[in-house]
C-alpha cells in the first residue's frame, strides 16, 4: 500500500472519530428546545439524555423558542464556529438540587439572554453557554 492510501484510510478513520464524538442537531433539539416556558425539570430532567453513567447532569439550559428560530443563529454558518445569537431569548436553568440515584430533584431558574452555540454545516450542534460567546 502507498503512503497516499495509507493518509486516505487514516483520514476516513479521523473523520468518523470526529462524527461520533461531536453533537448533531437532532440530539441539540431534544436537549436544548422545549416549546413551553411551564416546563417540571423534575420531570424532564428524568430521561435518559440526561443520566450519564448513572449520574444526574448537574445543568441543563433550555431554550423557550422553535427549532426554526434556533436554527437560524447558525444560518449561512458552515463552521464548525461558535455563535453568539442576535437576539436574546427566555432561558430555563434545571439546577441539580442533589446528587442522589436517578430521578435527581431539580430546581429551576429563568432569565433572558443571548446563547453562544456551536454550528456546523449551518446547524447549532452544541450549547455552549448563555451570554455571548467567549
Ligand atoms: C423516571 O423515569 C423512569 C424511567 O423512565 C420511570 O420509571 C420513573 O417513573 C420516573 N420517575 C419520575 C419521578 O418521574
Ligand atoms: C466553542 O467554545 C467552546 C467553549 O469555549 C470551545 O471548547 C470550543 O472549542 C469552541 N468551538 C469552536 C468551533 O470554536
Redo the contacts with the bound molecule.
Keep these: 500500500m502507498c503512503a497516499k492510501s495509507l493518509l486516505l484510510v487514516f483520514g476516513i478513520l479521523l473523520g468518523l472519530s470526529h462524527l461520533s464524538l461531536s453533537q448533531d442537531w437532532p440530539t441539540f433539539q431534544r436537549k436544548h428546545i422545549t416549546s413551553t416556558s411551564s416546563i417540571d425539570c423534575n420531570t424532564v430532567m428524568n430521561n435518559s439524555l440526561f443520566i450519564i453513567r448513572g449520574t444526574c447532569k448537574e445543568v441543563n439550559t433550555f431554550i423557550v423558542s422553535t427549532a426554526a428560530t434556533v436554527q437560524d443563529i447558525c444560518s449561512g454558518v458552515p ?4 455563535v453568539t445569537s442576535s437576539t436574546n431569548f427566555e432561558l430555563i436553568d434545571c439546577i441539580r438540587r442533589s446528587e442522589v440515584p436517578p430521578p435527581c430533584p431539580y430546581n429551576s431558574n429563568s432569565e433572558n439572554n443571548v446563547i ?1 452555540v ?1 454550528c456546523e454545516r449551518t446547524l447549532p450542534v452544541h450549547f ?1 453557554r448563555k451570554g455571548r ?2
Design positions: 463552521g464548525p464556529s461558535n453562544c456551536t455552549v460567546c467567549p
